[in-house]
């Protein structure tokens, strides 16, 4: 079905347009509760395992904090453990709605007629989705400073600075998750009637915030590949020197390598929602106005879409856990830890080594 297929909403629904009602059949969603797509236990097994991932990733994360004395390693903790805190309540605020309405089936107009929990629950969809990929790309932004530009800092960040810039990440994520509260686009019910998303219909403000999400997100993405890129070309070269066996930086390619994976998982999660709501976005601009309800189709393929993005807060704390010296160094018992960053570089000033 496309969209000049759509046919005029009739009387019983026009009502429920101008509200976050009506996107889609609530019909459609009640016959489909067997639906291998729509299965409870889809969200349940996904909300409990995410949860768990990020709770033991959370332990993780403050253990090895304490025993770190290396400020650069420090604040890259602290960016990790403010990636997984917003993965960790993510999962928890969406699914503390979304799992109680598969198994009580209320319904969403009686029991949210001003729309107050939908808005909360497509703020909450979209400020926990934009954190990560902007959490990532800062990450990644960091580490290339720090490992191509280390000298220009006489320190590293320091845990205070690098818990403010995640709290302007957080900061900058809310002020974008309001901008449908504040008038520019709409929360709606999604299919099949349990959670509520940014509204992929032909209404300008629908439109503007759509796009600015997805291209915000694919900017993030690309950013961290090209800091990652460039990062990872840079220890390539230092462990192709001649002296590289007594010049490896153990910390700085742990931390790649837990980078490299994290935006691995975040553009296979992600790249295909993103691209998918541009798509729908642009082919509606031909559209007519009257066209006021998603089809069947792109209400299912948005659904398989958002699937697929929850397995980014589930596999981002595993990318932690499993990719740590402690536990590659039992893979590999040869792995040994080296000389630090300083030992890349020439013969520093003796002041200057004590400075960094």
């Known amino acids: 079905m496309g969209w000049g297929d759509m046919e005029a909403p009739n009387s019983s629904v026009t009502s429920q347009l101008d509200t976050c009602f009506g996107v889609f059949n609530a019909s459609d969603g009640r016959d489909n509760a067997q639906n291998s797509i729509t299965s409870p236990w889809f969200s349940t097994a996904f909300g409990l395992i995410g949860l768990c991932s990020n709770l033991f ?114 900061g900058f994520c809310c002020l974008l998750g309001l901008l449908p509260v504040l008038g520019l686009g709409r929360y709606t019910l999604q299919y099949p009637g349990s959670w509520c998303f940014l509204t992929l219909l032909p209404d300008t403000g629908d439109i503007v915030f759509c796009l600015l999400f997805a291209l915000l997100g694919i900017f993030s993405v690309l950013l961290s590949f090209i800091f990652n890129t460039v990062s990872v070309v840079t220890l390539c070269r230092v462990y192709h020197d001649r002296e590289s066996v007594q010049r490896r930086r153990d910390s700085e390619v742990e931390m790649m390598v837990q980078l490299v994976g994290i935006m691995i998982i975040a553009t296979i999660c992600w790249m295909p929602l993103l691209i998918f709501i541009i798509q729908t976005v642009l082919q509606q601009l031909p559209a007519s106005s009257r066209i006021q309800m998603l089809p069947t189709e792109t209400q299912k393929m948005l659904l398989i879409y958002i699937r697929m993005v929850t397995w980014n807060q589930i596999l981002d704390p595993w990318v932690y856990i499993l990719f740590r010296r402690a536990v590659l160094q039992r893979v590999y018992p040869s792995l ?10 020439p013969v520093l000033n003796p002041s200057l080594r004590r400075k960094l």
């Open 57 to 170: 990733a959370l332990c993780v994360l403050l253990s090895s904090s304490r025993k770190l004395s290396s400020r650069a390693r420090s604040s890259f903790l602290v960016f990790l453990c403010g990636l997984v805190v917003t993965d960790f309540m993510g999962l928890l605020v969406t699914a503390s709605v979304i799992i109680p309405y598969h198994f009580i089936k209320f319904a969403w107009a009686e029991v949210d007629p001003g729309c107050h929990l939908c808005n909360f629950l497509g703020f909450s969809m979209v400020f926990f989705g934009q954190c990560p990929l902007l959490l990532g790309a800062t990450m990644a932004g960091e580490r290339f400073f720090g490992i191509n530009h280390p000298f220009s800092r006489s320190t590293s960040i320091s845990k205070r600075r690098a818990w403010s810039i995640v709290g302007l990440v957080w």
């Open 336 to 345: 040994r830890p080296r000389p630090s960053i300083i030992s890349l570089y």
